[in-house]
């Protein structure tokens, strides 16, 4: 049972990357959007965060790696042990940010519901 339910995911990752449907498609074109884009705003919040909070007494983003990885981190939602951001408008990038990643969170959640409602349906019409 779990032979066939694991090589039934399998397929179905590598019908995904091939775009084997047009089902497919659509979720491998969401995944790849929102992967792409969060990665253009990774960097340029980086670069924003590292140009706001350099001069700054408090903070620890003082190098553009520092900016970089604190960036990643927030928008992967599990944060870091560095400070939050010191000057406002390095609090107003975090807020967005956070932002941003809850809408992933939301986005890649509606991907893959209507992912698996339309293969469901697929499958019942096979059937």
Same mark, same amino acid.
């Given at each position: 049972m779990l032979l !066939?339910?694991?090589?039934?995911a399998a *397929?179905? #990752? !590598?019908?995904?990357?091939? $775009?084997? =449907? $047009? =089902?497919? !498609?659509?979720?491998?074109?969401?995944?790849? /959007?929102i992967a792409a884009a969060t990665v253009g705003i990774d960097l340029f919040c980086a670069i924003a965060a590292f140009l706001l909070e350099r001069h700054s007494q408090q903070t620890e983003i003082k190098t553009l790696g520092?900016?970089? #990885?604190? /960036? /990643?981190t927030q928008l992967l939602t599990v944060s870091s042990q560095m400070k939050n951001p010191i000057?406002?408008?390095? *609090?107003?990038?975090d807020v967005f940010m956070e932002i941003w990643a809850i809408t992933v969170v939301a986005a890649l959640?509606?991907? #893959?519901g209507s992912f698996l409602q339309k293969r469901g349906q697929e499958m019942d019409a096979k059937r």
């Open positions: !066939r339910v694991l090589g039934s *397929r179905e #990752f !590598r019908d995904v990357l091939g $775009a084997a =449907t $047009a =089902t497919h !498609r659509r979720l491998r074109d969401h995944l790849v /959007t520092s900016a970089v #990885f604190w /960036t /990643t000057s406002a408008g390095g *609090r107003i990038l959640a509606g991907a #893959f």
